[in-house]
C-alpha cells in the first residue's frame, strides 16, 4: 500500500485530552468535519469504556518512539486520542485489513464495542468475509442470540489524484449485503450525530467518510448527539425537481440547484445520510410533489445506490413521474490518474444542472 | 442640500445567516412607501420574513430580482424622497457598492454563542451589541433555544447588549433533570446573570421563558428595569397539553412539521429549518429526560402548575405584555383582566410565536418600552 503525504489536521482536534469527563467543550461553534468525527471518537470513548478503537497508525504510527499520537489515522481523525485513552483502548494494527476487520467483529460479538478504520474503502476487497459472510449473519443465524455492535469508518471518493486504488466510492457493494447498515455523511454536524448514532447501534455499520470533506466547516453541538440511522435530511424545499444525492454529492446538489433558481427551476434536495437503511419515504414523498428526480451518486453507474433509487421510485411513484428518471454518477470505468480525466469522471454542479434542465425542458414541452 | 436617500440592505437574522434570498417584491418602483409598509419577503435557511420599509418615500429602485440570493449587508433597494434625481439615486448606489465589501465582512462577522458555568452546570448564551445601557436578556419558550429570537435580538440589541439565552435542558445549555421548576430554572438564569455581572437588565420572555423571567423579577425586583411578557406562562391555569406532549413524544420530521404549526397563525412562515431545529435539540444526550422532568413539574396533569398571577401584579417595574390573538398554545385570555399600570397588546392575526409572526410590530413594542424604562 502506498503512503501519503501526511494530511493537515485541525488543530482543535487536540483539546481532546484537556476535557474533563461531563464538562461542556469550549470550542468555537464551526469545526471541520474531521474534527467532528474526533469530537464523536472521544466523547462517545469517555461515555463507553467498552469502546476500543483500532485501524493502521490511528495511534502514533508503528513503531515510532517519541512521535507518538503525531499522526491520528492518514486523515488525522483520531489524533490525541491515544493520550486521553492509551493503548489498551487506542490500538494500531499490523498493516492487514483482513485482520482488523475480523479482530474488531470478533471482539463486538464478544461484549466490546470497537470503532475500526479501513484507511481506504478500496481494501475492502481483502476483508470481504468478514463484511459478507461474518459480521452481517450473526444475529440471523444465531436466532437473534448474538449482535456485532461494531463500527467501521473508511474513506472513500475522487478528487485528490490520489488513482484508482485510493479513490473509488464502493458504498453501493456494502448497501447490498442485508444486516449492514451504510452510513454516509455530508456535513460536519451530520458526521458527529451519525458517528455517534452508528457507535451506539447494536448491529455493524459502514461509516464513509469522503476524502474531500475532512476540512469543510459547519456549526457543531458541542455535547454529544444522535442523528437517528435511516432519517433523510431535505436539505433544501423546491418544487419543481427532487434530486437526491450522497456524500460530498450534496454540496455540488446545492450549488446546482442554488444555480438553477436563478433560472427559474426550483428544486428539492434530499440527502438520504444513510443508504442502508433507506429513507424511501421522504424520497417518494418528494417525487410525489415534483414529479422529477434526479440522482447524483460519486459510484459506479451498474448495481448502484442510484439505481436502486430510480427503481424505487419508477416502482411506487411512477404515476407522479412528469418526466424520466436522471441519474448523474460516476462512468462505468475506475478513477482515472491525470487530472483532467479525474475531473471529468466526476459528477459536478454543471452536469447536475444539465441533468435537470433536460428534464424541466422535456415535461415543459 | 441632497435629497433624502434611504438604501435598504439585507438584515442578518440570527447567528448562521450569510445570505437571504428575496422571495418576492411587494411594491413596484415609483410606489409611494410609507414606514412599516410590507416592501419584500426575505427568505433564508431558517426563516422566511416579511420585510417592512424602515423609512418613508418612493421606492426608487429593485436592485435584486425575485428568486436571487445575495450576502447579508447587501443594497437591495432605494427609496428617497420624492424630488431626489436620478443621478443622485446612481452616485449613492456606486457610492455603496464601492465601500460595499467592508460592509459586508463586518455583519457577516462571527456571532457566535458561548457557554458560561454557573454553580452547577454551565449554560449558554449569545451576546449582540455592547452599548453600555441596561442590557436586555431574552428568554425561550418550552422546547426552543436562543436562536428562536432571530428576529428579534438584533432590533433590541441597537441600543443595548442583549444576551438570548438556552434555558437549562435546552439548546447548549446544562442538561440536569432536576432543574425543572419555574423556580429552579430562575434560580439558574440569576446564576448567570451573576456570572455575567448583569446587575440591572430588562426582562423579556417567551412563553415558560416568560414564567421564568417573571418568577426572577418576583425574586429580584431590584435587578429588573422592565419586563415583557410575549405568550407567557404564569398568567392562568390553561395549556395545550397535548401540543406539550406531541413536542416530547414526536420524532418524525413530518409529525414534528405538522405539530410545529401550531405555533403559528399563518404557518406558510414555517421553515423546514425549524422543524429539523426542535428534532436536532431533542436529539442531544439529556436532552429528552430534561424536557420530561420541566413538563412534568410546569404542566403536571395538563395544565400550567405555577401561576404568578397575584405576586405579578405587586411588581414595583414597568410591565408590558404581549400576545398574539390567534394563540393555540396558551390562550391570549390570560393577558385579560390586569391591572391598568400593565400594558396588553393583543396583536391580530399571530399565533403562539408572535414576535416571529409580527417580528416587526413586537421588536417596536419591546425597543420603546425598553427605552421608556
Redesign the interface.
Known amino acids: 500500500m502506498p503512503t501519503l503525504d501526511q494530511p493537515k489536521t485541525s488543530s482543535t482536534i487536540s483539546s481532546h485530552s484537556m476535557q474533563k469527563e461531563g464538562a461542556p467543550l469550549r470550542r468555537k461553534a464551526r469545526i471541520s468535519y474531521r474534527a467532528a468525527l474526533g469530537e464523536a471518537l472521544a466523547q462517545e470513548m469517555r461515555r463507553d469504556p467498552t469502546i476500543v478503537i483500532m485501524g493502521e497508525d490511528i495511534a502514533g504510527g508503528m513503531g515510532a518512539p517519541g512521535q507518538q499520537d503525531t499522526w491520528g489515522g492518514a486523515f488525522g481523525v483520531t489524533k490525541g486520542l491515544l493520550g486521553e485513552f492509551g493503548r489498551d483502548r487506542v490500538m494500531d494494527t499490523p498493516l492487514q485489513e483482513s485482520a482488523i476487520i475480523g479482530a474488531a467483529i470478533g471482539a463486538a460479538s464478544n461484549g466490546l464495542r470497537p470503532v475500526a478504520e479501513l484507511m481506504f474503502n478500496n481494501f475492502i476487497g481483502v476483508c470481504m468475509d468478514q463484511l459478507l459472510n461474518q459480521a452481517p449473519k450473526f444475529r440471523y443465524m444465531f436466532g437473534g442470540k448474538l449482535s456485532t455492535p461494531v463500527t467501521i469508518r473508511t474513506v472513500y471518493g475522487a478528487g485528490i489524484r490520489v488513482a484508482a486504488q485510493h479513490s473509488s466510492a464502493y458504498h453501493s457493494i456494502l448497501t447490498h449485503i442485508p444486516g449492514l447498515k451504510v452510513v454516509m455523511p455530508s456535513s460536519p454536524f451530520d458526521a458527529k450525530g451519525l458517528l455517534i448514532a452508528s457507535i451506539r447501534d447494536d448491529d455493524p455499520v459502514i461509516f464513509f467518510e469522503h476524502i474531500g470533506l475532512f476540512d469543510k466547516e459547519g456549526e457543531v453541538p458541542e455535547e454529544p448527539y444522535t442523528i437517528p440511522l435511516g432519517e433523510a435530511n431535505v436539505v433544501r424545499e423546491g418544487t419543481d425537481v427532487t434530486i437526491v444525492a450522497f456524500g460530498r454529492m450534496v454540496d455540488l446538489s446545492i450549488a446546482a440547484a442554488n444555480s438553477l433558481q436563478t433560472q427559474g427551476i426550483s428544486c428539492t434536495v434530499i440527502d438520504p445520510r444513510t443508504t442502508s437503511p433507506l429513507d424511501e419515504e421522504t424520497i417518494l414523498e418528494s417525487v410525489a410533489d415534483t414529479g422529477r428526480l434526479v440522482v447524483v451518486d460519486e459510484g459506479n453507474p451498474r448495481c448502484s445506490i442510484a439505481t436502486d433509487i430510480a427503481a424505487l421510485v419508477a416502482a411506487k411513484a411512477f404515476d407522479a413521474l412528469r418526466a424520466p428518471v436522471q441519474m448523474v454518477t460516476a462512468p462505468h470505468c475506475h478513477v482515472p490518474f491525470a487530472p483532467v480525466l479525474e475531473d471529468a469522471y466526476l459528477p459536478n454542479p454543471e452536469k447536475i444542472e444539465t441533468a435537470v434542465r433536460s428534464i424541466v425542458r422535456a415535461a415543459r414541452a | 442640500m441632497p435629497s433624502e436617500i434611504y438604501g435598504l440592505v439585507i438584515p442578518k437574522y440570527g447567528?448562521?445567516m450569510t445570505e437571504g434570498?428575496i422571495a418576492k417584491w411587494h411594491l413596484d418602483e415609483g410606489d409611494i412607501v410609507n414606514e412599516g409598509d410590507e416592501l419584500v419577503d426575505i427568505e433564508t435557511?431558517k426563516v422566511a420574513n416579511v420585510y417592512e420599509s424602515p423609512h418613508a418615500g418612493v421606492l426608487r429602485r429593485k436592485l435584486v430580482p425575485e428568486?436571487?440570493?445575495v450576502p447579508i449587508g447587501s443594497l437591495f433597494g432605494v427609496i428617497s424622497a420624492p424630488n431626489a434625481e436620478d443621478a443622485e439615486i446612481d452616485a449613492y448606489i456606486n457610492a455603496f457598492e464601492s465601500s460595499a465589501s467592508s460592509v459586508t465582512a463586518t455583519s457577516a462577522g462571527g456571532t457566535?454563542?458561548a457557554?458560561v458555568d454557573i454553580p452547577g452546570g454551565?449554560i449558554r448564551f449569545l451576546k449582540l451589541g455592547d452599548d453600555p445601557a441596561p442590557a436586555a436578556v431574552l428568554v425561550h419558550g418550552f422546547g426552543a433555544d436562543l436562536n428562536n429570537w432571530l428576529l428579534n435580538q438584533g432590533s433590541v440589541a441597537e441600543s443595548r447588549s442583549a444576551y438570548a439565552i438556552d434555558l437549562p435542558g435546552h439548546g447548549?445549555s446544562?442538561?440536569n433533570p432536576k432543574i425543572a421548576t419555574i423556580d429552579e430554572m430562575a434560580t439558574a438564569l440569576l446564576r448567570f446573570l451573576d456570572a455575567k455581572n448583569l446587575q440591572s437588565m430588562h426582562l423579556v420572555g417567551h412563553s415558560l421563558g416568560g414564567g421564568v423571567a417573571a418568577r426572577i423579577a418576583i425574586e429580584k425586583p431590584g435587578l429588573v428595569k422592565s419586563l415583557t411578557l410575549i405568550a407567557a406562562v404564569g398568567l392562568g391555569r390553561e395549556i395545550n397539553f397535548p401540543f406539550i406532549k406531541g413536542l416530547i413524544e414526536i420524532?418524525r420530521?413530518?409529525d414534528m412539521r405538522n405539530l410545529l404549526e401550531t405555533l403559528f397563525h399563518d404557518p406558510a412562515l414555517f421553515s423546514?429549518d425549524m422543524t429539523?431545529g426542535v428534532l436536532?435539540a431533542k436529539?442531544?444526550?439529556?436532552a429528552m429526560t430534561c424536557l420530561k422532568s420541566i413538563a412534568e413539574s410546569c404542566f403536571a396533569g395538563g395544565e400550567q402548575t405555577r401561576v404568578l398571577r397575584s405576586e405579578l401584579v405587586q411588581l414595583p417595574m414597568p410591565i408590558q405584555v404581549i400576545w398574539g390573538q390567534s394563540d393555540r398554545i396558551i390562550p391570549p385570555e390570560h393577558a385579560a383582566n390586569l391591572p391598568k399600570s400593565i400594558r396588553v397588546h393583543l396583536l391580530e392575526k399571530a399565533g403562539h410565536m408572535v414576535h416571529m409572526e409580527k417580528a416587526a410590530e413586537v421588536n417596536k413594542l419591546i425597543s420603546h418600552f425598553i427605552a421608556a424604562n
Not at chain 2, 283 to 286: H, K, L, T
Request: net charge positive; no cysteine; proline share 0%.
Open positions: 447567528m448562521v434570498v435557511e428568486g436571487r440570493s457566535s454563542a457557554v454551565y447548549g446544562m442538561k420524532d420530521r413530518k423546514r429539523m436536532n436529539r442531544i444526550d439529556g
